[in-house]
């Protein structure tokens, strides 16, 4: 809302208070990116958040400009500035005072947001002016700068009054009364030689320092002229300017953050390095983006997809979190979830690594080795806060799909030292997994999976899918690491498992897998709540469904543990997710699966649906309190999307893909929401594992074998895409570029590489019988009614025609 003051005394004491200055001469911060692509967000979504992303600090308020208490993980503290393990600051407020008149900036007309920054546009809320607020937080550095650039747009000159009010809010981040750390009430003190206000937190080394870029005017007390409350132990400074404008002049106002939560000299350092460097800063964030945009770079049929894909890398950028104490490492979510997880990087890392972010990564996986060390037994940590503090030891699950994850990496980077390096832990864990979580011998560990459903802690099949995943990895692992024996024994439980998995999980009445493996008390139990969730979200179908069961399940032999369908959670695609499903119950299971979407992609309980579902296109309505009951996810839709890929059905998984991508800019331009389409948190993580692995491991077929210098392309495209490419796929030392056409009954697959001695096993289906060759050939053959030929050099081409 537009606060407008008449004349008089709130009006008299804003321009009263301002220090008249001369502009500054420097460069508007956004002419240096103003070629760079940013998208506008929605009119209705200015009340949602908005990101200002580095890896130490970063700023979160509303695309309107504001900055609400948000967030309940720390209830209403989500939002603001954040220095983790601290928070800085709860956020700021801006105010013009003009012929008599004060105006707070609080309600943008528009939002632009950029790979690397954003944009607040105010073209109405002042007459005669246009004020522009640009902000970026440079990576490395504890701090952001913000840039207000003030155009008079009318035919007279203006003398304006300009007020910047800081807020801060040291406080630890969550979990930090386990380290006994208390909050306590902050102080300001404006400090004349850097012309800025220093907060501190009167009982710990946290700090805050925000300054302009010219002399102020400067009082202690928030903003006469902005209705800005926020909650908690924080103070406010004011800092005043006078500005005169001619007629369609410009004037840029800058402002800079700085935080320490070790001592003042860092702080003023920080502050002092932000203000002589912030041109180069902003020019070194646009050019580290563009590698990130150049890498993995894609050209579709699909234009929607490609750049929903190419923000997805953009968005993974925004949650790297490096906290040199404790570590750097890719964290879930913003703003609720801005710490580490091991089975959120456990999906998203294989995206990454195959979008080239091997630097990522490398210190991601360290992290979480670093914090499940504590466990002593190879068990892999759930989730941890930035200060450290682990919150949560380790779900089943995680265990087994860390060994998975660190094959898949060394697949991309053939690097044996990293291999070997964790190798210890995914004995210990693979060992612990089986000894203290496999009670009955069956070879199904008990506990949480990816679904943390109360009671629901019996044989998950998405753990079990997981483990028998693992097992098969470490076999390969313990090959190349020297030890076959233990090689050929994980191997051999592996196909037990799948076997088994096929054989146990799977129930013919519903067409798919179970959910858990249990008694039937336990499934009764379940049913029970389900029946209740399902009544109380009015889904007869699915009330019908679970009475039926319980009736049926009623008769069976008590004590006699079986597979059971009740939620239809979407765990249950994991079987064809990881490919152990016989191809017969996969296809069946696929289809199955499509009961259980909307247009936005799968529901995580599959019971939550109802036959509205098909034409929902708006918003998610989630509850007052958050949940994510009724939710439709990215990370059951990628899965979902990966199954699809595994059994020769690109069309379907193409499907998928396009109904995640009608969540891409549908509440903050050029992100996807983690529950679809505009729910929980802005940016998420996995959507990387969504996106990356279908596209570049699948669509365009690159599936490397770095450790033996060759990459297998067998590309497996959409029906509608004749022509698609990709540039700058790292594998190894190597760079890969692949250009794929499909028209008039030519299948043409064109690859070119930096390391011309690497091997590169170029595959299509031996349907093709007329081929052309153009390079170097060292050998071919056919497998699984595919045509392999193996080649070399820096560049070579296939034909094929039926």
């Keep these: 809302m537009k606060r407008v003051f008449a004349h008089g005394m709130v009006g008299m004491l804003l321009l009263g208070g301002f220090s008249c200055t001369k502009p500054s001469g420097q460069t508007q911060l956004f002419s240096l990116i103003e070629d760079t692509e940013g998208l506008e967000g929605k009119a209705e979504y200015k009340s949602s958040p908005f990101v200002t992303a580095g890896d130490r600090v970063y700023m979160v308020g509303h695309q309107d400009g504001s900055f609400p208490d948000l967030g309940w993980h720390v209830q209403g503290e989500m939002g603001g500035i954040w220095n983790h393990p601290i928070k800085l600051m709860d956020g700021f407020t801006a105010a013009i005072g003009v012929d008599g008149n004060s105006y707070c900036l609080d309600n943008a007309d528009a939002f632009i947001n950029y790979p690397f920054a954003n944009k607040h546009i105010f073209s109405t809320a002042v007459p005669d002016l246009e004020i522009q607020r640009f902000q970026f937080a440079p990576d ?57 206000w220093i907060g501190k937190d009167q009982g710990n080394e946290w700090w805050v320092m925000f300054g302009g870029d010219r002399p102020a005017k400067y009082t202690e007390g928030p903003s006469a002229t902005c209705d800005y409350q926020p909650q908690g132990k924080g103070t ?41 460097n912030a041109e180069l800063d902003l020019l070194a964030k646009r050019k580290y983006y563009e590698t990130i945009a150049a890498t993995a770079k894609v050209s579709i049929p699909d234009k929607d997809l490609e750049k ?21 490492g890719l964290a879930a979510g913003m703003p609720d979830y801005p710490w580490w997880f091991g089975v959120d990087n456990e999906y998203t890392l294989k995206g990454a690594i195959a979008t080239g972010r091997k630097d990522l990564v490398y210190s991601t996986i360290d992290l979480i080795h670093k914090l499940s ?75 949480y999976g990816m679904m943390e459903i109360h009671g629901l802690a019996s044989e998950m099949v998405d753990v079990a899918v997981y483990t028998q995943k693992a097992f098969a990895d470490a076999a390969q692992i313990a090959a190349v690491v020297g030890k076959p024996e233990l090689a050929k024994e994980y191997q051999a439980l592996a196909d037990r ?32 709540a389900a029946i209740v969730r399902a009544d109380t979200l009015n889904k007869p179908w699915a009330v019908e469904e679970l009475k039926a069961s319980r009736s049926k399940i009623a008769t069976y032999p008590k004590d006699q543990k079986r597979g059971f369908v009740v939620f239809h959670n979407w765990v249950v695609n994991t079987p064809m997710e990881m490919g152990i499903a016989d191809t017969d119950k996969a296809i069946r299971a696929l289809d199955k699966a499509k009961r259980f979407t909307n247009p936005f992609g799968v529901y995580v309980t599959g019971i939550d649906r109802d036959e509205a579902a098909a034409s929902e296109d708006g918003s998610f309505a989630g509850s007052k309190v958050f949940s994510y009951t009724g939710a439709v996810m990215t990370l059951p839709t990628g899965v979902l999307t990966i199954g699809e890929n595994n059994y020769g059905r690109p069309d379907e998984a193409l499907s998928y893909l396009q109904r995640m991508t009608k969540s891409f800019s549908f509440a903050l331009p050029g992100s996807i929401y983690e529950v679809s389409p505009d729910y929980g948190m802005m940016a998420q993580a996995w959507n990387l594992y969504s996106y990356g692995v279908p596209i570049v491991y699948q669509f365009f077929g690159i599936k490397p074998d770095a450790g033996n210098k060759v990459v297998y392309i067998r590309p497996q495209m959409p029906s509608t895409w004749q022509e698609a490419s990709i540039e700058k796929v790292l594998v190894g030392d190597n760079e890969i570029n692949l250009l794929y056409t499909n028209k008039d009954g030519v299948l043409a697959i064109e690859v070119s590489q930096s390391q011309s001695k690497w091997g590169i096993s170029v595959e299509f289906p031996e349907e093709f019988s007329k081929v052309r060759i153009l390079g170097k050939e060292i050998s071919s053959d056919t497998q699984d009614g595919y045509r392999r030929v193996l080649m070399s050099g820096k560049k070579m081409r296939v034909e094929a025609q039926k």
């Design 373 to 447: 060390e504590a466990n002593g037994n190879g068990r892999i940590m759930h989730e941890t806060s930035t200060n450290g503090v682990v919150f949560n030891p380790g779900n089943i699950n995680e265990t087994p799909q860390f060994t998975s994850l660190i094959w898949w990496v060394y697949q991309w980077t053939g690097d044996r030292e990293f291999l070997e390096k964790y190798f210890p832990t995914i004995q210990k864990g693979l060992q612990w997994l089986m000894d203290e979580n496999d009670k009955d011998g069956n070879l199904f560990p008990d506990g």
């Design 497 to 528: 498992l799948k076997q088994k998995i096929n054989e146990e999980f799977w129930v013919e009445d519903f067409n798919g897998f179970a959910d858990f493996i249990g008694t039937p008390e336990e499934a009764l139990h379940l049913i029970d």
């Design 308 to 328: 929903a894909f190419e923000w997805v890398k953009y968005n993974t950028e925004w949650l790297v979190r490096d906290v040199p104490e404790i570590g750097r």
């Design 140 to 196: 490395g550095k504890q701090g952001l700068v913000v840039e207000f650039s003030i155009v008079n747009t009318g035919s007279s000159p203006k003398t304006i009054g300009f007020e910047f009010t800081g807020h801060t809010d040291l406080m630890p981040v969550w979990l930090g009364e386990r380290l006994n750390l208390e909050d306590h009430p902050d102080q300001l003190v404006f400090d004349e030689a850097s012309n800025a």
């Design 236 to 276: 406010a400074g004011r800092l005043g300017y006078e500005l005169t404008l001619e007629p369609q002049e410009a004037q840029h106002l800058r402002f800079f953050i700085a935080g320490s939560y070790k001592n003042k000299a860092e702080l003023e350092s920080t502050l002092a390095d932000l203000k002589a």
